[in-house]
């Protein structure tokens, strides 16, 4: 099995950009996340994919709002490495959904988390 881990706010739209770009191989792979890229991959198909929420950012936290990306980010980080999740390690991915806030190999400096 192999594993990616991405932070979103929105998980719905999320998982139907995912569906939409692995099903549209007409698209440029250039700029795709590497979970897309994995499964447009011939040995793959869509029905292999499994979409697993693992943490959130709960509403009740009242946490400011310039903080909550941050804190997905950092809780994203802290995924990757207890997963071992290898999509994101191999290519030194880090909020691998375009638009995902952060850069490549980028781990977000939220120090007050850890």
């Not at 979103?8 to 440029?28: F, G, M, V, W």
């Not at 959130?56 to 310039?66: E, G, Q, R, T, Y």
């Not at 809780?75 to 375009?98: Q, V, Y």
């Amino acid at each position: 099995m192999v594993q990616g881990v991405g932070e979103t706010e929105n998980p719905r739209s999320r998982l139907l950009k995912y569906l939409t770009d692995i099903r549209d191989p007409a698209e440029p792979t250039h700029g795709v996340c590497a979970i897309t890229r994995h499964f447009r991959d011939p040995e793959h198909t869509v029905d292999d994919l499994e979409f697993l929420l693992v943490d959130k950012v709960s509403p009740l936290a009242n946490f400011h709002p310039a903080v909550i990306t941050p804190i997905r980010l950092r809780l994203e980080w802290l995924w990757i490495r207890r997963l071992d999740a290898s999509l994101n390690i191999r290519r030194n991915w880090r909020a691998s959904f375009p638009g995902g806030g952060a850069s490549r190999g980028h781990t977000p400096q939220v120090d007050w988390l850890t």
